[in-house]
């Protein structure tokens, strides 16, 4: 494990807990500089899932008890999409005990889809988030336990069936790992991305956003997650620059209800095109309204983009995973990774068969595996026998 990295998100993670106690009483603006980055945590939700998106940044446990959650158990599934629910609906299934730990519902590949027509068995047209929720109620309708957590670091160097995932408020310490994260990952792409990525851009909100106390930030885009993150931003930020290329749905709840914080600005109809700054890292953005010849200057300390890329999600690993050239996740037939008890399904292993039912099927076989390695069993085992 990297101690050095764990210690500082460590200590990031206590600076958002405590912030969270003092936010209404500090000025201060100087402490603002992430050094989480592309580590993401958040978690925002300790009990099972409830069918419905939560968008409320915190929970009510106190510090100590969200700073000493630790859960034991057979099965850490990290992504909560096709690939890694249909995992845990059959881990459940066999009585293995299962955690699911997932960013946000609304962040992954089914869930910005607006309908899947392709998945067979089900209405042709049903939309991705409502299969999506489907999938999920299943798994824990079965037993999995759900949570809503960024994890930002895994830990599998250590002993055979012991696997380390670090999120801010909770550390699980599972026998077998999955990694189902997905492909939206991207590659920096604003001008002044690449340049200031931990010196005020960042990814996460959760992580970085106690950083920015009465200082003003932007927020770049219109996803559930972005939205979330952005009103999580309101309780530390003097004023939250929303930018969003293109209007929002009046009748979305979460837009109106970030919308409804009196440090909110939204810029409709506005691309950022230039992320600004100097030695001490972001000092404002440049944006162009659709309606305006100009660009405008915003000065800001912070920047959270919430743009979707191409690229599986892998940047919470730290150790010796093995990856393709392609920077996918490498499995074999039984989606067994290098590492034994490590599994890798659904779009981060990079094949050009990005389906929901591709993924679905991953999360079969990697449960089915997981099931023959803990039961120390020599072959695989069906819930039927055909005589
Ligand atoms: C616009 C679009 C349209 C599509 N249309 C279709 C279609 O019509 N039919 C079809 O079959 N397929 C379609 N696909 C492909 C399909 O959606 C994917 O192949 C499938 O969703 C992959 O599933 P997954 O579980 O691997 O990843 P995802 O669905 O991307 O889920 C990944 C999960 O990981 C979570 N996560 C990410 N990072 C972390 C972290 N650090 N900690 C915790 N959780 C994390 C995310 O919150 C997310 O829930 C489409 C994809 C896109 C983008």
Known sequence: MNFQLFLTCLAVQTLVHV???????????????????????????????????????RSSKSFTELMMEVIDCDVAIIGGGPAGCTC????????????ILDKNPGAGALAITSVIANYPGVDATISGPDLLDN??????????????????MVDFDGEKDSKTIYTPDLTINAKTLVLATGALGRKPTFKGEAEYLGKGVSYCATCDGAFYQQSPVAVVGTTPEAMGEAEF????????????????????????QLLSHDNVKHW?????????????????????QKT???????????????????????????????????G????????????????GIGDIRNTPFKQVVVAASDGCIAAMSIDKYLKGRKSIKVDWIHK
């Open 19 to 57: 912030s969270d106690a003092f936010v209404h009483h500090s000025s201060t603006s100087s402490a603002r500089r992430s050094s989480t980055t592309a580590f993401a945590p958040k978690s925002d939700q300790p009990s099972s899932y409830n069918g419905k998106l939560n968008t409320s940044s």
């Open 88 to 99: 845990a609906l059959y881990t459940s299934r066999a009585n293995l005990s299962t955690v």
């Open 135 to 152: 999938m999920r109620q299943q798994a824990v309708d079965y037993g999995t336990d759900y949570r809503q957590a960024q994890v930002f």
């Open 233 to 256: 931003l309101t309780k530390f930020a003097s004023t939250v620059h929303w930018i969003t290329r293109s209007p929002i749905d009046p009748n979305d709840e979460n837009a109106q």
């Open 268 to 288: 409709v109809n506005t691309r950022m095109t230039v992320i600004e700054g100097d030695a001490s890292g972001v000092t404002g953005i440049k944006i162009k």
């Open 292 to 326: 305006e010849e100009e660009e405008e200057h915003l000065e800001t300390e912070g920047v959270f983009i919430y743009d979707a890329g191409s690229k599986p999600i892998t940047d919470y690993i730290t150790s010796q995973l093995k990856f393709q050239d392609d």
């Open 328 to 343: 996918g996740v490498e499995v074999d037939d039984e989606m067994a990774t290098n590492i034994p008890g490590v599994y």
